[in-house]
């Protein structure tokens, strides 16, 4: 049962606005900037943009030839939704593990190569949002309004726009768990502490450092020459010092590219340091909010067992405010299970707020 409130709403008060918020993001974050944009970009559609390789001419596609191959054999006439593509190989991993185990040699090719496709198309995508001026968007004036209160953002998306909005509101953030220097901001509220931001599942501007090379050794002794595409070996699982790469180095080729592809569990848990301190830290850090708004998040269900375990020690909420227009009813009931007030936006920070009763 839904009962419509006022904006704001009455819970709102002068004690609540004193409280911690904490934040987590998925994809309908990005929908939301595309659509006041007003870009006809679909976000979740990556295998249809038009990819260069970068420095080149030629097509993304074509310097990922393990990518290119299968989609050719699964999905000739291109009929089938870009992330389902890879649901039947991403249903056969068994444990998880940096590299991924019990693929054929064809389709561990092409699940290797789609990390890289989707790191590269992430940071395109990117660099087209930095071109829009967030100005009147919604969620930039909602967040000026709370940022106060913001302590840590969980994004599950590979791209910046929780970043990106987090500087236009002037807050500083630093990423959990990668030792990077925080990103200061703008103005009198980058004085204060910064915002912790999780990125579990990667992110289109993490890499290794610089000092990390990886050669391909020639057979006949000559120098090895440094890991570009089409790739001769698959490197992945780099546990080791990382980088946070700035704005002119985003679209470029990747040496690895460890990322949590859509519809898979996170295989890094365990295995890369910082995957698993991104994740911890969080969840220390939101366990003191009162207020916990989801934004366009699903919560797939290979992603459940770590979405609950980000908000497990989240025993003070108030409230928990869910933005999308649709609630999946498997979140829904996990989050009543953590707090008994739920909010439902299903058009964002100023259209209706549904109690959930």
Known sequence: ????????????????????????????????????????????????????????????????????????????????????????????????????????????????????????????????????????????????????????????????????????????????????????????????????????????????????RIETADADGAPGEDVTYPRLIHVAGYDGPMQVLPTQRLYSIRQIADIVLPGESNRFNGYIGWVGRTSSAFKRDASLARELVIVGFRMASCDQPEFERAISWMKRLDRIIIAAPHINPALLELVRDRCHTVIHWPDGPFGPALRIT
């Open 1 to 212: 049962m839904k009962t419509e409130l006022k904006k704001p709403i009455a819970g709102a008060t002068a004690r609540v606005m004193s409280d911690k918020l904490a934040i987590v993001v998925g994809n309908g974050l990005t929908r939301s900037l595309l659509g006041h944009a007003g870009i006809p970009i679909d976000s979740s559609s990556p295998l249809r943009w038009p990819l260069t390789t970068p420095g080149r001419a030629n097509a993304l596609l074509d310097d990922l030839p393990g990518l290119k191959k299968y989609l050719e054999r699964v999905d000739p006439e291109r009929r089938i939704p870009d992330f389902d593509i890879i649901t039947p190989f991403i249903s056969k991993l068994s444990a998880r593990a940096p590299l991924p185990t019990n693929l054929p040699d064809d389709e561990l090719d092409a699940f290797l190569d789609m990390c890289h496709y989707l790191t590269v198309a992430y940071s395109w995508l990117q660099l087209q949002l930095d071109h829009v001026p967030l100005e009147g968007w919604d969620w930039l004036l909602w967040l000026r309004r709370h940022r106060s209160r913001l302590t840590s953002l969980m994004s599950w998306n590979y791209d910046l726009v929780a970043e990106r909005l987090l500087e236009s509101c002037g807050l500083p953030y630093v990423y959990a768990g990668l030792n990077v220097a925080p990103v200061r901001g703008r103005g009198q509220a980058g004085r204060r502490a910064p915002v912790l931001v999780s990125k579990p599942h990667g992110s289109c501007n993490f890499a290794p450092i610089d000092e990390l």
